[in-house]
C-alpha cells in the first residue's frame, strides 16, 4: 500500500504518502517513444512488391501548356498569334497535333467581360479539350479579405 511509518516523537503514524512516483510512467513512455520511432519507418515503406524489369523507353516530356490569353479589348490570342473571335476553335484545333490530352492555361484580363472568357472556355470545349486551368496572379502583401462593395 501506499503507506509510510514515519516517527514522530518515538511513535509511528500511519499516514499515506502524498507524492507521486513519475519514474515508472517515465519508463513506460520512452519505451513506447522508441517503439514507435522503429515501427514508424516500416509503415511507411507500404507492401513489399517485386517489380518486374522492362526494357522500354522513357516517356518523352509533356508539351507546354497552351496558353489563350483575352486582353483588356477583348481580343483573343492563342500562344501569343492574335486570332478573331470565329477564328478561335480552328487556331485550337490546328495547333493541337491530334493530342488533347494537352493542357490549357486561359489567361484573360480582369477588365475583360465574364462573356469574353465564357466564350473562350466555349471554343475550347469544342475543340474537345479537357485539361484546361484559369491562370491568375496570387494577392502581393500577404492575405487580404476581399471585403463586398
Do not use: C, W
Not at 26 to 55: H, N, R, W, Y
Not at 103 to 131: C, F, L
Amino acid at each position: 500500500m501506499a503507506f509510510a511509518l514515519r516517527k514522530h516523537d518515538s511513535e509511528f503514524d500511519s499516514q499515506p504518502i502524498a507524492d507521486i512516483n513519475v519514474t515508472p510512467l517515465v519508463d513506460v513512455m520512452l519505451v513506447l517513444l522508441i517503439v514507435f520511432m522503429v515501427a514508424a519507418p516500416l509503415m511507411t515503406s507500404g507492401i513489399p512488391v517485386d517489380l518486374p524489369k522492362v526494357q522500354a523507353k522513357q516517356l518523352n516530356d509533356q508539351k507546354p501548356p497552351i496558353v489563350v490569353s483575352v486582353d483588356a479589348g477583348g481580343g483573343f490570342f492563342v500562344d501569343k498569334r492574335e486570332v478573331p473571335a470565329d477564328g478561335l476553335l480552328a487556331a485550337l484545333s490546328e495547333g493541337s497535333d491530334n493530342s488533347k490530352d494537352r493542357r490549357i492555361h486561359v489567361r484573360a484580363d480582369k477588365t475583360v467581360p465574364y462573356g469574353r472568357v465564357v466564350e473562350a472556355m466555349g471554343a475550347i470545349n469544342s475543340a474537345g479539350y479537357s485539361k484546361v486551368a484559369l491562370v491568375s496572379e496570387a494577392p502581393t502583401g500577404g492575405a487580404k479579405s476581399a471585403s463586398a462593395p
